[in-house]
């Protein structure tokens, strides 16, 4: 009979230690929310607040976006100057004191990582850059432990009783992200030591990371889509190299690189640029497989 009571009481225990621990955490983009869902499963309830067929640095600031970070126990966002154009009046709306910058319910992941290529002294006629460094480090898989070491700590610093499954959660992610990346490196191995074009900036970590060499952006500074003649330009100064590939993000008008690819006879892909972008990019892992195979020659 004691034993009956004790399992009762541990199992009412358990309930309402779950129940009351579950964190309203909204992440940006759908990369983030995966990430935030893989670590908390049921102690997280995520809202995303991108659509994944946006342009990231171009997110429309909807009434609806602030309705959604006024309950947030937690914001965690990409940083690096990415949702500059877009998130501050939105969070100003939200008047949620809990996740202003700052505050124990704001995460900015892009302090967790080095960011490439910082760009302190740009002006304007240097487009749409970021003078803190590429804030596009998710297309390095090497830079998920970290990411997702931070995302676990600050859940466990919200949420003091949940530590524990933070913590093993993260084990399973992390031995997982580790094994997949293996395969997709094997796999990728051939394009070491190649060359690409890509339209904006996004993919320099990715490259970095395979051992390509980005020789050129079809953009002529971020933020300005390329001319007629800009990319006549483009072509002849392509002349001389061995580009094997021309890439650009999912949400762009794609007639730019297309075009290049097709002047050059080389591949040309479309990369879905978030999770959720595609129907197969479902999380993080499928998002990287999706990669994975495009970019495979
Ligand atoms: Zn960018």
Redo the contacts with the bound molecule.
């Keep these: 009979m004691k034993k009956m009571i004790w399992a009762a009481w541990v199992a009412l225990f358990c309930y309402h230690g779950s129940a009351n621990a579950t964190l309203n955490v909204v992440a940006t983009y759908g990369w983030i929310g995966d990430l935030v869902q893989q670590i908390g499963q049921e102690r997280v309830a995520v809202t995303v607040l991108a659509q994944a067929s946006f342009d990231?640095?171009f997110v429309p600031p909807k009434p609806s976006l602030a309705v959604k970070l006024r309950n947030a126990d937690l914001l965690v966002i990409n940083g690096g100057q990415?949702e500059m154009g877009w998130l501050p009046p939105v969070l100003r709306q939200a008047s949620n004191a809990r996740i202003q910058p700052n505050s124990e319910g704001f995460l900015d992941l892009s302090s967790l990582v080095t960011l490439s290529n910082p760009r302190p002294h740009a002006t304007r006629a240097d487009g749409?850059v970021?003078p803190d460094g590429?804030?596009?480090y998710v297309f390095n898989p090497d830079n998920m432990a970290a990411l997702a070491y931070g995302v676990a700590h600050q859940l466990c610093h919200l949420d003091k009783a949940g530590c524990g499954f933070y913590e093993q959660s993260l084990a399973r992610f992390d031995e997982r992200w580790q094994k997949e990346k293996q395969g997709w490196q094997q796999r990728l191995l051939p394009l070491k030591g190649k060359q690409l074009v890509q339209y904006?900036?996004?993919f320099d970590d990715l490259a970095y990371w395979l051992g390509m060499t980005v020789v050129a952006n079809v953009e002529p500074v971020?933020?300005v889509p390329p001319s007629a003649s800009h990319l006549e330009k483009l072509l002849k100064r392509l002349a001389d190299q061995q580009v094997v590939m021309v890439i650009q993000e999912h949400f762009r008008d794609r007639e730019a690189t297309e075009w290049l690819a097709k002047q050059r006879q080389v591949k040309w892909q479309v990369l879905p640029s978030d999770v959720g972008a595609t129907p197969k990019s479902k999380d993080l892992f499928s998002w990287f497989n999706e990669l994975v195979e495009r970019l495979a020659p």
Excluded: A, F, I, K
């Design positions: 990231p640095h990415l749409d970021h590429n804030p596009h904006h900036e996004s971020p933020g």
